[in-house]
């Protein structure tokens, strides 16, 4: 572990009971966040790229593996203490600005919970103090605190859930398909206050998404995720010049871009699971350039630098 | 160049086969009336393939169903006419008279396939249903048209698959259902209401390619209702681009995306994060649609429009031609407005045009 | 779906025996004046009275009770009843009475369903139009004012109008009538608000936009979509509403004097005759857990989603 | 377009100065959860004349008992005063017994409204916090599920009927009948609505800044139940009532020297044909307090559900 970690996940994995049969949603996933990169795991629905984001913030059960935050344990049996610590370190944005604020609270209430759960304030002076700055900081008006949620549109709601986040002074953000449920024209505004945010207070993030276009945009290094395994980790540039697994092969041609040019010629390229043959060498982490991790066998992997 | 036209008249390459003319539309929630079509107009020619693009709010959606005769109970058409095969829609009162339409003629798809079909009927028979409906055919010959269909929409065991229940399908092969009931009949128009915004990725890949191979096959009209404009790059003919309940900019794709004139749409393309330039701010819209519950006046963009003119705070713009198949609806066309810069990333697609194979509309 | 049933199977068995210990246990706590005949008690004295007890097998360790109970209960016997037919075995009583109930129970259901179903369905396509007005106001008569009132009125008036009877004559048709009508009007409200709640349901969700967007009539999506699919609902419950409503009702038995099982446990409270209340008490609760039993059977086959939920335990 | 361009000056042709916080304000709309139910709830008139009359008959009620002097329970020996028709001195006229019914009436109406009020408060109180629980502590899935489904499976009717003969007759004993199966059905519907709240991205989100269990529940939890539990209570009072009319029937109710309206009705029946005004009073009334409980219930289970609201 570099000592620019600030985030590490080791051989993590995640299972769910459905009825009696076992589900794993993660297997054996590891990598490293380090200190004010943005991190992207990239995947489908159900790969278990939202698992990931849960586990870290203890949401969901963890049944294998660890987590570390700057070098301490936070998966499993932790003391309180290092809980409160990660609640105030670690915050988590969410993807459906309509589910993830409490319609029955004030806009005042959602954004000071997290202040109230730690007594973060002197008085009330302050925590008002603290909230006005929180909703100025995301682009929003002071006076929005006294209303309630369904008085805003996706865009706005959006920004009062990062706010709720940003209140607590975190270091790193979980952000879950944060701009995913919005409307085009507010994607953006969302994308400049991350990437305004990563710069100014020197935020990193774990960035959980499934379109690849807007994760090149904003992301350092970028981990693709199949049905509960990394394939591939690369930097954002490396991955798109260089995708060496058939999954993120697929995946990149099967994104639409907005330029009927490319559009016009594209090809999508499919990806069947059943390509793989590991029953004589089985896949392994290899590192096959620097810094570009891929999930499979040597005689694959020479297939894959051809293609 | 041209001046403001009355009759919005988008090109006379073919004549249309399904036209919004003006067309109002409102809603009455709770003794208050939502406006949520304010006097769109456009235009779908037969085996074309016409995107609708537009935020959600923007009445894309109303407009499609209005169509069909779908609007929501507490909905109707204020004015304005449908014209579809020489017949004004928007006049129709009884349901006999949509019923010979819906389905047969007009058919549509909807946005989640996990919900379009019927959970306790297996697909085959939801299929069929329509199929004997509207071609007369009986049981036997319908079900072999249904397995023939099925097998058109890349189902493959179209025999079992007829039997199997909506649960026992995943997203996709649901959607490619729903398809093969829309299309079954071989409709002339099929409106597709983001069709495949619930779906994975690779999945809507399939899907589209899926709805384009059937379109030339069978020379539909496609209407595509979407948001996402990487999937109106792939998909689409013409683009109609839509913000609060009005159509503002109409025209061939590579206009709308090369050469864009309004500034909503020029906000729409540069702030996408695929064509910004990675560590610069994006181009962002600042805050929120309107309400359309208010009434409007001028450019309903305006507010959040930071090239916006005096103007288009007093007067709604009118429509301006750009070229025969490209309409405009922004002040910044008039002869006495300034010279308005358009934002970077709109130059550099502009660029993208002169450098290109070369389109219809260029700039003067 | 068979490993489904089996469950299913175990559960209600459970719960039968639990109703079976409940009802039990619970009897042993009545007052023991419903083990006399009132001449009995009244002549016994104390000692008389425990002696008689004693014998019956009532002052018994109650797990000895409980076996003897489960013996007798194994062999049909449920005792016999006491104050009201002296000596009768209670299975005798029941049987004479049943049909009565069954008759009126079974006629009845006919018509609930039929006419309950049809304003159902009224109301739904005819939502806030004057159907659905006025079946709300009759729905909410009789599910708001109890029913003894609104019974005990028609029997009064209606009685009194047509010139009909009263109560209940075996051989006069005409002294069916009411005690049919009242039977059926609290099923049929029942089944129409119930039918007509799961139809606009169901109205809005997507796939019946999709069935309309194909081009059906407005009429065969609401028969072949909206109904077909509120009724799965409902089917549920159609087993338990049978079952009990052929057992016989308390109230409309005892105000007709109609010699059925529910005018029979009225009796048997107000004259505390305890083998009988236990009898009847434990026919009306498994009769209910049955019910219950087989409305989930009937989902299995009317819902093609519950297998796959049963066959990975999710069902209960 | 409809009117000439050519009236707009030039000098209109002016970019125009750009206010970023207007843009914020542009789509927002005024929205509170509990005014928009109010407000769709007393848009009806039959709703707001029918809250009307509970609060009438309500403090009517238990006012009169405090204020008038006569006991419902006095008996005339004159005989010329038994069964005497409404009229001056005795609004609903006498009973068999020279009672005053009207008098009786309220006290009745008095007990019949602790009686459903008691129920209420009883099932759903236990309800909610059996289905709290249920829904929060996975461990006790299994029991409480297990519980429903042998409460459920047994007619309710039986259930009653054999609680109420088992213990002697009185207020609590149908109060414990009633409660003892009432509260289930509540806490399993609670405990549906609190797993899915559970699950909900905004309680995930309130997991994720440390939110502590009880201001889980108060906040983020209780706010979304109250109205439904709101009516559940208005529903469970006429059904209470309903069902003391019936125990009494049965001869299992209160006892005949308490004053309630399961009594009066029971009573009345009996002289029904000789004296109707007998039933017919209370009865009146019996069914204006179930029957506007009912209404106004079902009318704000549909007023606060924010489907109905703008």
Redesign the interface.
């Known amino acids: 572990m570099s000592g620019g970690d600030i985030l590490s996940v080791k051989n993590l994995c995640v299972d769910y009971a459905?009825?009696?049969?076992k589900f794993s949603a993660v297997r054996d996933v590891s990598f490293e966040v380090r200190r004010g990169e943005t991190f992207s795991i990239v995947g489908e629905s159900g790969s278990g790229k939202t698992t990931i984001g849960r586990a870290i913030l203890r949401v969901a059960p963890v049944t294998g593996g660890e987590i570390r935050l700057l070098g301490e344990r936070i998966s499993g049996k932790i003391p309180a203490e290092r809980e409160r610590a990660l609640r105030q370190k670690v915050q988590m944005i969410f993807q459906d600005p309509m589910a993830s604020l409490n319609e029955r609270a004030k806009i005042d209430y959602i954004v000071s919970e997290g202040l109230l759960n730690f007594g973060l304030f002197k008085d009330e002076a302050e925590r008002r103090a603290k909230v006005e700055r929180a909703l100025r900081e995301v682009g929003l008006l002071p006076e929005f605190a006294s209303r309630f949620p369904h008085e805003f549109s996706g865009g706005q709601r959006q920004r009062i859930g990062i706010a709720r986040a940003l209140v607590m002074e975190p270091e790193l953000l979980v952000a879950d398909e944060p701009i995913s449920a919005l409307d085009v024209s507010i994607r953006a505004q969302v994308i400049n206050l991350l990437n305004r945010l990563k710069k100014d207070r020197g935020l990193t993030y774990v960035f959980i998404a499934h379109d690849l276009s807007v994760v090149r945009f904003i992301s350092d290094r970028i981990a693709v995720i199949y049905r509960g395994r990394i394939v591939e980790l690369a930097g954002a540039e490396e991955l798109f010049a260089k995708p060496l697994h058939p999954y993120t092969r697929a995946l990149l041609s099967a994104v639409p871009v907005p330029d009927p040019e490319i559009e016009s010629v594209r090809q999508v390229v499919p990806y069947d699971p059943a390509m793989h043959d590991y029953s004589r060498s089985p896949a392994r982490w290899i590192e096959a350039e620097k810094e570009h991790f891929v999930l499979g066998n040597d005689e694959e992997l020479a297939l894959w630098r051809k293609a | 160049m041209s001046g403001a036209t009355k009759a919005p008249a988008p090109g006379a390459a073919a004549p249309a086969l399904l036209e919004a003319r003006d067309l109002s539309i409102s809603f009455s929630l709770r003794g208050r009336r939502l406006n949520a079509v304010r006097g769109a107009s456009l235009s779908l020619r037969a085996g074309e393939t016409l995107a609708v693009v537009g935020e959600s709010g923007s009445g894309k959606s109303v407009l499609a169903k209005s169509f069909?005769g779908?609007l929501d109970k507490n909905g109707r058409v204020d004015s304005g006419s449908i014209l579809f095969g020489g017949e004004d829609l928007a006049r129709y009162t009884k349901?006999r008279q949509w019923?010979a339409?819906?389905?047969?003629r007009i058919?549509?798809i909807?946005q989640?396939p996990m919900?379009?079909?019927?959970?306790?009927?297996t697909v085959g028979e939801?299929i069929r249903?329509?199929a004997a409906?509207?071609r007369g055919l009986d049981r036997k010959a319908s079900r072999l048209a249904v397995l023939e269909t099925l097998d058109r929409v890349g189902i493959s065991d179209p025999e079992g698959r007829y039997r199997q229940?909506p649960?026992e399908f995943s997203g996709g092969m649901r959607q490619r259902a729903?398809i093969a009931?829309?299309v079954a009949?071989r409709p002339e128009v099929l409106i597709c209401d983001e069709p495949t915004t619930a779906l994975d990725v690779t999945v809507q890949a399939q899907i589209l390619d899926l709805i384009k191979s059937l379109q030339r096959d069978f020379g539909m009209g496609v209407l595509f209702i979407t948001h996402d404009l990487g999937v109106v790059a792939k998909v689409a003919d013409r683009v109609a681009v839509m913000y609060a309940g009005q159509v503002i900019e109409e025209g061939l794709v590579r206009e709308v995306f090369y050469d864009p004139r309004c500034p909503y749409t020029w906000a729409l393309l540069a702030s996408l994060p695929q064509l910004g330039v990675k560590g610069e701010e994006l181009y962002s819209i600042k805050g929120t649609p309107p309400s359309l519950f208010k009434q409007i006046k001028g450019d309903a963009f305006a507010p959040r429009n930071p090239r916006a003119l005096l103007v288009d705070y007093e007067e709604e713009p009118p429509v301006f031609d750009v070229s025969p198949t490209h309409r405009a609806k922004t002040w910044l066309l008039d002869p006495r407005a300034p010279r308005v810069e358009a934002p970077d990333t709109i130059e550099r697609l502009r660029a993208r045009l002169a450098a290109g194979s070369g389109g219809t509309g260029g700039r003067p | 779906m068979g490993s489904y049933i089996l469950k299913r199977l175990g559960?209600?068995l459970?719960?039968v025996v639990?109703?079976v210990i409940s009802?039990f246990m619970?009897?042993r706590?009545?007052p023991t004046t419903g083990y006399f005949t009132r001449e009995d008690y009244v002549n016994l004295d104390e000692t008389a009275r425990t002696a008689y007890l004693r014998n019956l097998g009532v002052l018994d360790n109650p797990v000895v009770q409980f076996g003897r109970f489960m013996g007798g209960l194994a062999k049909g016997d449920l005792g016999r009843s006491i104050s009201i037919y002296p000596r009768t075995p209670v299975t005798a009583v029941i049987a004479e009475k049943a049909p009565y109930s069954i008759y009126f129970g079974l006629v009845s259901i006919v018509l609930s369903m039929a006419v309950g179903l049809g304003l159902g369905v009224s109301m739904a396509r005819h939502k806030d139009g004057f159907a659905d007005g006025a079946g709300t106001v009759y729905v909410?008569?009789v599910?708001?004012?109890?029913?003894?009132?609104w019974l005990?009125l028609i029997q009064?008036w209606v009685s009194g109008v047509m010139g009909w009877p009263m109560v209940f004559y075996s051989d006069r048709p005409v002294s069916w009538i009411l005690p049919l009508v009242s039977f059926s009007l609290s099923g049929i409200a029942w089944y129409a608000i119930w039918l007509r709640r799961f139809m606009v349901d169901e109205e809005n969700?997507?796939?019946v936009?999709?069935?309309?967007?194909?081009?059906?009539?407005?009429k065969r999506v609401m028969r072949?979509?909206v109904l077909?699919?509120a009724l799965?609902p409902l089917v549920q419950y159609f087993p338990?509403q049978i079952l009990?409503t052929i057992a016989g009702s308390?109230?409309i038995e005892?105000i007709y004097s109609i010699p059925g099982m529910g005018g029979l446990?009225?009796n048997a409270?107000?004259q505390q005759d305890n083998p009988l209340?236990q009898a009847l008490?434990l026919l009306?609760?498994v009769?209910?857990?049955l019910g219950?039993f087989l409305g989930d059977l009937l989902m299995v086959f009317?819902?093609?989603?519950i297998k796959?939920e049963g066959s990975?335990?999710?069902a209960? | 377009m409809r009117r000439e361009p050519t009236r707009l000056g030039p000098e209109l042709f002016r970019p125009a100065p750009f206010d970023e916080a207007a843009a914020e304000l542009t789509g927002y709309a005024r929205y509170s959860y509990w005014r928009s139910t109010f407000r769709t709830f007393l848009k009806s008139p039959v709703s707001i004349f029918l809250l009307a009359l509970i609060v009438v008959l309500v403090a009517a009620s238990f006012a009169y008992p405090i204020l008038s002097p006569t006991d419902p329970n006095k008996v005339e020996l004159e005989t010329s005063l038994w069964n005497a028709k409404p009229g001056a001195g005795h609004p609903f006229g006498t009973d068999g017994l020279g009672r005053d019914i009207w008098a009786r009436t309220w006290h009745g109406t008095r007990t019949s409204m602790l009686l459903g009020i008691v129920i209420a408060v009883l099932d759903v109180g236990v309800g909610m916090i059996a289905g709290a629980l249920w829904g929060y502590v996975r461990r006790l899935d299994r029991f409480m599920?297990?519980l429903y489904?042998?409460l459920?499976?047994?007619?309710q009717?039986?259930f009653l009927?054999?609680?109420t003969?088992?213990m002697r007759p009185g207020f609590w004993t149908i109060v414990t009948a009633l409660c003892s199966t009432g509260w289930i059905g509540i806490a399993r519907f609670v405990r549906n609505k609190v797993i899915t709240i559970r699950d909900a991205e905004y309680n995930v989100a309130s997991r994720c800044l440390g939110t502590p269990l009880h201001r889980m529940i108060s906040r983020n939890v209780l706010p979304y139940l109250v109205s439904i539990l709101i009516m559940e209570a208005a529903l469970t009072i006429?059904y209470s009532?309903?069902s003391e009319?019936?125990l009494g029937?049965?001869?299992?109710g209160l006892p005949i020297e308490t004053v309630s309206l399961g009594n009066l009705?029971n009573l009345g029946?009996n002289n029904?044909?000789l004296y109707p005004y007998q039933l017919a009073w209370p009865?009146l009334v019996?069914?204006a307090i179930?029957?506007s409980?009912?209404?106004v219930g079902n009318r704000f289970a549909d007023a606060s559900d924010p489907r109905n609201h703008v």
Request: with cysteine; aromatic share 10%.
């Open positions: 459905v009825g009696r049969k | 069909l779908m349901e019923l339409l819906r389905g047969k058919a549509m909807f989640d919900t379009a079909l019927n959970p306790l009927k939801q249903e329509s409906l509207h229940y649960h729903v009931a829309a009949c | 559960q209600s459970f719960t639990i109703v009802v619970l009897l706590l009545m909410t008569i599910r708001a004012i109890p029913s003894l009132i005990f009064q969700r997507d796939y936009k999709f069935a309309t967007s194909k081009g059906l009539s407005k072949s979509h077909r699919n799965v338990q009990l308390l109230l005892s446990l009225v409270i107000r209340v008490v009306y609760a009769l209910g857990v219950v009317v819902d093609p989603r796959l990975s335990g999710k209960a | 599920t297990e489904n042998v459920n499976n047994i007619p009717t039986v009927i054999l609680l003969y088992i006429p009532i309903g009319v019936f029937f049965i001869g299992l009705v029946k029904f044909m009865t019996l069914a179930t029957v409980f009912y209404i």
